[in-house]
């Protein structure tokens, strides 16, 4: 079909990368424009030779179109709606749509619903915490394109979804100057507590780090768990606290969550107090991580390292290499013989390789024998585009060391 899009036409070869479905076209890729785009609108991308390629969003940058659709397409509610309901159906074909029927410890109301390039909907982020969706727009044409998605995805959801959260005050480019606000964009709610496998969280949506939750965490929390019986726990960077409070369930003797934020150690304190009211075996502390780590001693056989992302973009790659090493270096130092470590990185610059070799290096520092008992990725709520590898981020070691 025709649609009354304005029109990119792109150089000569450039729709290669199009042609295998890669979903983003780079701003050095375009050979002309047809007329003045406002950042956000919807463009119609053509080869050199004329013939039509993508329909998808325009915004000033590096990645000046995210691909929407390889069929010429109008976007539209229908198109939104469409999209939501093929990711809902994803959920609930791999089991992650629980309710109150399911057995104790397996009930889950907490999930990705759309992961960007890995839904086909690049720009766009949607977790769902009970009856309680947060949308956060990573692009200009996602944040356009808010409540028209809101309303699909109420048609989607029905009466399982109460409320919708807009949340992209700052995950938007700043230099585009939409004066977004967080809120609601339908409904309202001040239930803020989600279920995961049967353990409940405090979801700070309001003012928490991304949605509110580290939902792609979930498998590996799970994990971490059948490891943690008798186990002197320390999970740093703990956040909201994720990783202990499924210690606490694991059976672990001590559980220490370190955090140099008093807000998620506060958060970390209510969580455990949700699930494990007056239960003496956790302490939470407000620290800096290095300094935590110097001074620890050997007191910890199992220790979580969850940092944020040390690589930003592909520029800080070194410096976040020898920061990965760095920090393993100093809880390996520490850890007694027969414990067990789960390190974590969620940069994207950094693949899985690099970061291997650079645990490789924190055992060669530290003179320690180990080995890698899991190499952990990101749930199957996140999926990853065949097409579009660079959305392969969280990658993970568990290791014995020696």
Same mark, same amino acid.
């Given at each position: 079909?025709?649609?009354?899009?304005? #029109?990119?036409?792109?150089?000569?070869?450039?729709?290669?990368?199009?042609?295998?479905?890669?979903?983003?076209?780079?701003?050095?890729?375009?050979?002309?424009?047809?007329?003045?785009?406002?950042?956000?609108?919807?463009?119609?991308?053509?080869?050199?030779?004329?013939? &039509?390629?993508?329909?998808?969003?325009?915004?000033?940058?590096?990645?000046?179109?995210?691909?929407?659709?390889?069929?010429?397409?109008?976007?539209?509610?229908?198109?939104?709606?469409?999209?939501?309901? #093929?990711? &809902?159906?994803?959920?609930?074909?791999?089991?992650?749509?629980?309710?109150?029927?399911?057995?104790?410890?397996?009930?889950?109301?907490?999930?990705?619903?759309?992961?960007?390039?890995?839904?086909?909907?690049?720009?766009?982020?949607?977790?769902?915490?009970?009856?309680?969706?947060?949308?956060?727009? /990573?692009?200009?044409?996602?944040?356009?394109?808010?409540?028209?998605?809101?309303?699909?995805?109420?048609?989607?959801?029905?009466?399982?979804?109460?409320?919708?959260?807009?949340?992209?005050?700052?995950?938007?480019?700043?230099?585009?100057?939409? =004066?977004?606000?967080?809120?609601?964009?339908?409904?309202?709610?001040?239930?803020?507590?989600?279920?995961?496998?049967?353990?409940?969280?405090?979801?700070?949506?309001?003012?928490?780090?991304?949605?509110?939750? &580290?939902?792609?965490?979930?498998?590996?929390?799970?994990?971490?768990?059948?490891?943690?019986?008798?186990?002197?726990?320390?999970?740093?960077?703990?956040?909201?606290?994720?990783?202990?409070?499924?210690?606490?369930?694991? =059976?672990?003797?001590?559980?220490?969550?370190?955090?140099?934020?008093?807000?998620?150690?506060?958060?970390?304190?209510?969580?455990?107090?949700?699930?494990?009211?007056?239960?003496?075996?956790?302490?939470?502390?407000?620290?800096?991580?290095?300094?935590?780590?110097?001074?620890?001693?050997?007191?910890?056989?199992?220790?979580?390292?969850?940092?944020?992302?040390?690589?930003?973009?592909?520029?800080?790659?070194?410096?976040?290499?020898?920061?990965?090493?760095?920090? %393993?270096?100093?809880?390996?130092?520490?850890?007694?013989?027969?414990?067990?470590?789960?390190?974590?990185?969620?940069?994207?610059?950094? %693949?899985?390789?690099?970061?291997?070799?650079?645990?490789?290096?924190?055992?060669?520092?530290?003179?320690?024998?180990?080995?890698?008992? /899991?190499?952990?990725?990101?749930?199957?709520? /996140?999926?990853?585009?065949?097409?579009?590898?660079? =959305?392969?981020?969280?990658? =993970?070691?568990?290791?014995?060391?020696?």
């Amino acid at each position: 079909m025709m649609n009354n899009y304005k #029109t990119i036409i792109l150089k000569k070869g450039k729709e290669d990368s199009l042609l295998r479905k890669h979903p983003w076209i780079f701003s050095g890729a375009i050979h002309t424009i047809s007329d003045k785009i406002n950042e956000g609108e919807v463009v119609r991308v053509l080869a050199s030779n004329g013939n &039509f390629i993508a329909v998808g969003h325009w915004q000033i940058g590096s990645i000046a179109v995210r691909v929407l659709s390889f069929v010429d397409e109008e976007i539209n509610e229908e198109f939104y709606k469409k999209r939501l309901a #093929t990711a &809902f159906d994803v959920r609930k074909s791999i089991g992650l749509v629980r309710n109150n029927a399911s057995t104790a410890n397996t009930i889950n109301n907490t999930f990705r619903l759309i992961h960007g390039e890995g839904d086909n909907l690049p720009g766009l982020i949607i977790d769902i915490y009970d009856d309680t969706a947060v949308m956060q727009a /990573h692009s200009v044409g996602m944040h356009c394109d808010r409540s028209t998605i809101a309303q699909a995805l109420k048609q989607v959801m029905g009466d399982d979804l109460k409320a919708v959260y807009y949340k992209s005050e700052t995950t938007l480019p700043y230099k585009a100057d939409l =004066g977004q606000e967080n809120g609601f964009l339908l409904g309202h709610s001040t239930n803020n507590i989600a279920i995961e496998n049967g353990l409940k969280f405090h979801i700070d949506w309001l003012k928490g780090q991304k949605t509110g939750f &580290f939902v792609d965490q979930r498998d590996n929390r799970q994990l971490l768990e059948q490891y943690s019986k008798g186990r002197k726990v320390l999970n740093m960077f703990c956040y909201t606290g994720g990783f202990s409070v499924y210690s606490m369930r694991g =059976g672990a003797e001590l559980v220490h969550s370190v955090d140099s934020s008093a807000k998620a150690v506060e958060l970390v304190n209510k969580n455990i107090e949700l699930n494990f009211p007056n239960d003496p075996r956790h302490e939470a502390f407000a620290v800096d991580a290095f300094k935590y780590l110097e001074d620890m001693g050997n007191n910890y056989d199992l220790v979580i390292l969850d940092p944020p992302a040390f690589a930003k973009h592909r520029d800080a790659l070194k410096q976040a290499l020898r920061g990965y090493t760095k920090l %393993n270096a100093k809880a390996m130092e520490k850890m007694p013989s027969g414990s067990i470590l789960f390190t974590f990185s969620c940069s994207q610059a950094v %693949n899985k390789d690099q970061f291997r070799t650079a645990i490789f290096a924190a055992a060669m520092q530290t003179g320690r024998n180990i080995r890698i008992l /899991h190499q952990l990725h990101q749930p199957s709520d /996140h999926p990853i585009n065949i097409f579009h590898p660079e =959305g392969e981020y969280l990658k =993970g070691l568990v290791v014995y060391l020696e």
